[in-house]
């Protein structure tokens, strides 16, 4: 059957006597979604000790002229650049970041985030949860 916005569903169910619960299937195994403000919060904002299982989520500001260090690791991660502009060196070669940008990083190479202007660069970075484990 294919959706559309005549498609008869309304929110207590299917229009032609077919209701549908509104409630979880499985509404005992219900797990409360975790929610953070990056202000007074510290890196990662979503980690294991929240219940991650697989990634966590990092919320970095540079201020102008800062950066991350330079750095090499096994995973690839990715960045959304949510302020700012600056570039990233990926491998020996510069590329340009700006807000909205969504980066993927390739693990095994060697980068870093440059703030090259004149107001914060702040990015939500996503890592795999062995970035944080010991």
Known sequence: MRYSSTHPWTASGWRHGV???????????????????????????????????????????????????????????????????GILVCGGKEYTVKAGDAVLVPGGIRHQFINTGEVPLHRVTVNPIESVQA
Do not use: C
Not at 30 to 58: A, H, K, Q, W
């Open 19 to 85: 209701e549908i619960s509104p409630q979880p299937l499985f509404k005992d195994l219900f797990v409360e979604p975790v929610i953070r403000n990056e202000n007074g919060s510290t890196n990662p904002l979503l980690g294991p000790e929240d219940g991650v299982s697989t990634y966590v989520m990092l919320y970095v500001k540079h201020g102008p002229g800062e950066s991350s260090p330079d750095h090499i690791h096994e995973w690839e991660h990715q960045a959304f650049i949510t302020k700012g502009a």
